[in-house]
C-alpha cells in the first residue's frame, strides 16, 4: 500500500505570512494532485504535477514535484484569508485511477 | 471542465432505514467511480472503486453489505448506506476519473443518523 505523509496537519497564521506544505512518500507516483476543499464541499483540484521537478504556479501558490517524484511541497505567498481550507494532497500511481490521499492540512489564515 | 454532482446534499433518517445516494457524471462518461467517506477535518478515505457492469470492489475494512454500490450506467454510481446507524453519519463524496486521471469530485452528501 501506497502512503502519502503530510504536514503540518494543522496550521494557523496571520494574514501576509508565507507558508509550505509537504507531502512525502517512500513509493514513487506517476503524479501528484493538490486539492483544496471548503467546509461541506467536495474537494476542487489546484494542480496536477507529472514530471520530476517540476514547478508550477498559481497565482500565490508555488507547487513542486520532487525529482525522484516521491514528494510534493506547495508553497503559499502572502496568505490571505480565503486561502482557508483544508489541502489535500494525492498521489497517481499511474495504474487503476486510485489515489493515495495524504490526511490534509487544515490551514487558517487569520486577518 | 468536466462536472460530477451528488443528490441528495444533505439527508437525515433515522436509525434502521436505508439511504441512497446518487453520484453523476453529467458531461463525460465514468467506467469508474469512486466513493470516499470524510470525517469531520480530515481527510478523505476511500471506500470502494465502483464499477459500471461489474461488482464494486471495496477496501479492506468497508462492509459491502452495509454499503451497496451499484453502478447503473456510464454516468451513474449509487451508493446505499443500508441499516443506517449514527456512527454511519459522515460526509460522503464520490469521484470519477476524467482525462490524464484528473479526479473530479462532487459536492458531497451530510448524511446524519439520529
Known amino acids: 500500500t501506497q502512503l502519502l505523509e503530510q504536514s503540518p496537519q494543522f496550521l494557523s497564521i496571520q494574514e501576509g505570512e508565507n507558508l509550505t506544505v509537504y507531502c512525502n512518500s517512500s513509493?514513487?507516483?506517476?503524479?501528484l494532485q493538490w486539492y483544496r476543499q471548503e467546509p461541506g464541499e467536495g474537494p476542487v483540484l489546484l494542480v496536477t504535477?507529472?514530471?520530476?521537478?517540476e514547478v508550477k504556479k498559481l497565482k500565490r501558490l508555488t507547487f513542486q514535484f520532487g525529482d525522484a517524484r516521491k514528494d510534493s511541497s506547495l508553497h503559499i505567498t502572502a496568505a490571505q484569508p480565503g486561502d482557508t481550507g483544508l489541502y489535500l494532497c494525492a498521489g497517481d500511481p499511474g495504474s487503476n485511477y486510485k489515489l493515495t490521499f495524504g490526511k490534509g492540512t487544515l490551514l487558517t489564515v487569520n486577518p | 471542465g468536466a462536472v460530477v454532482s451528488q443528490h441528495p446534499s444533505r439527508v437525515i433518517c433515522k436509525s434502521g432505514t436505508s439511504v441512497k445516494i446518487e453520484c453523476r457524471s453529467l458531461d463525460f462518461q465514468a467506467t469508474t467511480m469512486f466513493w470516499y467517506r470524510q470525517f469531520p477535518k480530515q481527510s478523505l478515505m476511500l471506500m470502494a472503486t465502483?464499477?459500471?457492469?461489474?461488482?464494486?470492489?471495496?477496501e479492506q475494512g468497508v462492509e459491502k453489505d452495509k454499503f451497496l454500490i451499484n453502478h447503473a450506467s456510464l454516468t451513474l454510481s449509487t451508493l446505499t448506506v443500508t441499516s443506517a446507524h449514527p456512527e454511519d453519519s459522515s460526509f460522503y463524496i464520490c469521484s470519477a476519473p476524467g482525462s490524464g486521471n484528473t479526479q473530479y469530485f462532487g459536492p458531497g452528501t451530510r448524511l446524519t443518523v439520529l
Open positions: 504535477v507529472v514530471t520530476g521537478g
Open positions: 513509493s514513487v507516483f506517476s503524479s
Open positions: 465502483s464499477n459500471e457492469g461489474s461488482k464494486a470492489t471495496y
